[in-house]
């Protein structure tokens, strides 16, 4: 897989590789786009349009787009963007980022940039 390609694994699973490890039940992966949602993945059986389910073990796979989690598309282009890769898998990378708050803009909230 390039760099610049395919799914980005966010959520608990992605926050596990740069932190404590925690356990979960399934995968998120992000892809900018529902076309670069792949038909069929080796060992996998599509669930419906945004869920796989791997053959083996039953652990569930998501595919979310940015507008399917209510995202804004810059936000998730970043994701993808500062990903990395470990084992062939982009992985979101964890990124502080400041934001001012909705009460006025002086307090500051610190974040981080994946949502999830």
Known sequence: MKDDTGGVLIAVTALSFHVRPRMAQELDFLFLDATE???????????????????????????VTPAAIHVPL???????????????????????????????G????KRTLSPW
């Open 37 to 63: 949602i792949p038909e069929t993945v080796p060992g996998y059986t599509r669930i419906n349009p945004m869920r796989f389910r791997h053959d083996r073990t039953g652990l569930e796979v998501n595919v």
């Open 74 to 104: 810059e936000v998730a282009e970043e994701v993808a963007r500062t990903a990395i890769m470990s084992d062939a898998v982009r992985v979101a990378r964890k990124v502080d980022w400041w934001r001012s708050s909705c009460s006025g």
């Open 106 to 109: 002086a307090a500051k909230t």
